[in-house]
């Protein structure tokens, strides 16, 4: 029975490193670690709407995305019923901890996913990949204050291991299961809905010469759906998209398209930036043709001019914050801007379903607040997972790898306590 123990622990190492990795997490739950600044605020708003669906649930139901009554958001109630059914049985601080497990599930989720797509790489190089999960900033306090967009990246961490280990040998079965994890996930939160447009074009390139199969998961997942659809016409959904803004602006002021793209690039490279090679990127910018450099800046700058993200609590990402705080204006975000969407550019293949990737991550967050929390890990699990990103160069064959990924990730701690200090 040793013997048989200790095979486990050998082939399953990776579970050891990951449990104390885990145990900081406990460590950030003891001292209500909260590194998003509003992690405990918003959890315990949304709990207060989990307590009113015991109290009375229809009602609440009614009533939930009403600002007026005092449950003003934008999340889908399904969370938020489902954890009433605990709140009856346990306190809050134990949901709480059970909560925190869910970082170690999606940790392993993860490292299985990079196990299948990067055969004959060092399991050293995946385990220490894989700890980002549990160092990430934003998983983090949502672990330890719970929050619905926690469970969705748990479902979709889901779909993409499927999608993984099922690409190359798809059937309708195999499919279904992929679509299924991405629909409960976009069931939890809802924004999660984008990506099942690139699991369908997937899912269609090989079941090109079967279109009843096509036909027959597009079938079922409008049955599936239907649910969410008369939960929507029940609903003003607009006027309550609106009302969680938190501020008064017209529709097409939430949906400036420019405030996205230029954001969400740098967060996303801000995110990237433990296992960037920045010597292969210089490399790549060299070889850069002229036309594709010209087209690249005429976009940018074109976004520049749209640009309308003002300077307060509503996100806006590390070098956006980092520009007011040291200039009081744009300059240095739209400079920072410019370098993460050529970096981007230079990162990926020029495939198709790398640009509806990116694409999906800008309709990824159709609301005006563009918050870090909304993107980490998720930038860094699709980079690593769905895009065509050469990771061999950018990390394993790098000699200072850990360093730098180790490195990075101290520097976002540092940039986050030091926010809080300053500010």
Same mark, same amino acid.
């Given at each position: 029975m040793n013997k048989n123990l200790g095979q486990f622990f050998f082939k399953n190492q990776y579970l050891i490193i990951f449990f104390f990795f885990y145990l900081s997490v406990i460590f950030g739950f003891y001292f209500n670690e909260d590194n998003l600044g509003g992690a405990a605020n918003d959890s315990i708003y949304h709990f207060k709407i989990t307590e009113k669906f015991n109290e009375d649930f229809y009602l609440t139901f009614l009533q939930f995305g009403n600002r007026e009554v005092g449950?003003?958001?934008?999340?889908?109630? #399904?969370?938020?019923?489902?954890?009433?059914?605990?709140?009856k049985f346990i306190t809050y601080d134990v949901i709480r901890i059970i909560n925190t497990f869910v970082i170690f599930v999606i940790a392993v989720i993860f490292y299985k996913s990079l196990i299948i797509k990067f055969k004959n790489v060092s399991q050293t190089h995946i385990i220490v990949l894989s700890t980002f999960m549990f160092l990430s900033p934003s998983l983090r306090s949502l672990g330890i204050w719970p929050y619905s967009l926690l469970w969705g990246l748990l479902f979709f961490s889901l779909s993409v291991y499927y999608f993984l280990?099922?690409?190359?040998?798809?059937?309708?079965?195999?499919?279904?299961? #992929?679509?299924?994890?991405?629909?409960?996930? %976009?069931?939890?939160?809802?924004?999660?809905?984008?990506?099942?447009?690139?699991?369908?074009?997937?899912?269609?390139?090989?079941?090109?010469?079967?279109?009843?199969y096509i036909w027959g998961l597009l079938f079922l997942s409008f049955i599936f759906s239907l649910p969410c659809l008369f939960y929507l016409m029940s609903k003003d959904f607009f006027t309550s998209f609106q009302n969680a803004q938190g501020m008064e602006m017209s529709l097409?002021?939430?949906?400036?398209?420019?405030?996205?793209?230029?954001?969400?690039?740098?967060?996303?490279?801000?995110?990237?930036?433990?296992?960037?090679?920045?010597?292969?990127?210089?490399?790549?910018?060299?070889?850069? %043709?002229?036309?594709? %450099?010209?087209?690249?800046?005429?976009?940018?700058?074109?976004?520049?001019?749209?640009?309308?993200?003002?300077?307060?609590?509503?996100?806006?990402?590390?070098?956006?914050?980092?520009?007011?705080?040291?200039?009081?204006?744009n300059y240095l975000f739209?400079?920072?801007? *410019?370098?993460?969407?050529?970096?981007?550019?230079?990162?990926?293949?020029?495939?198709?379903?790398?640009?509806?990737?990116?694409?999906?991550?800008?309709?990824?967050?159709?609301?005006?607040?563009?918050?870090?929390?909304?993107?980490?890990?998720?930038?860094?699990? *699709?980079?690593?997972?769905?895009?065509?990103?050469?990771?061999?160069?950018?990390?394993?064959?790098?000699?200072?790898?850990?360093?730098?990924?180790?490195?990075?990730?101290?520097?976002?701690?540092?940039?986050i306590y030091s926010k809080k200090i300053l500010l």
């Open positions: 449950m003003g958001t934008r999340n889908s109630p #399904i969370f938020w019923i489902f954890l009433s059914f605990f709140e280990k099922f690409k190359d040998n798809l059937d309708f079965r195999k499919s279904l299961i #992929i679509l299924l994890n991405v629909i409960v996930a %976009s069931y939890i939160y809802p924004s999660f809905c984008v990506f099942y447009i690139f699991y369908l074009f997937e899912i269609s390139k090989k079941f090109k010469n079967k279109k009843n097409m002021q939430s949906l400036n398209i420019s405030n996205k793209i230029l954001i969400i690039s740098t967060i996303s490279v801000y995110l990237l930036l433990p296992v960037l090679n920045f010597k292969e990127l210089f490399l790549k910018l060299k070889k850069l %043709s002229f036309k594709h %450099s010209n087209f690249l800046i005429f976009i940018i700058v074109v976004n520049f001019y749209f640009f309308n993200f003002p300077y307060d609590v509503w996100g806006g990402g590390f070098f956006h914050k980092l520009s007011h705080l040291l200039l009081n204006n739209f400079l920072s801007a *410019l370098v993460s969407i050529f970096i981007i550019f230079l990162t990926i293949d020029k495939k198709f379903k790398n640009y509806l990737l990116l694409v999906l991550l800008i309709l990824y967050n159709p609301q005006f607040t563009i918050y870090i929390k909304y993107f980490d890990p998720l930038v860094f699990i *699709l980079f690593l997972t769905l895009f065509d990103f050469d990771l061999k160069k950018h990390f394993f064959r790098k000699s200072y790898a850990f360093y730098q990924f180790y490195g990075v990730i101290i520097f976002y701690y540092l940039a």
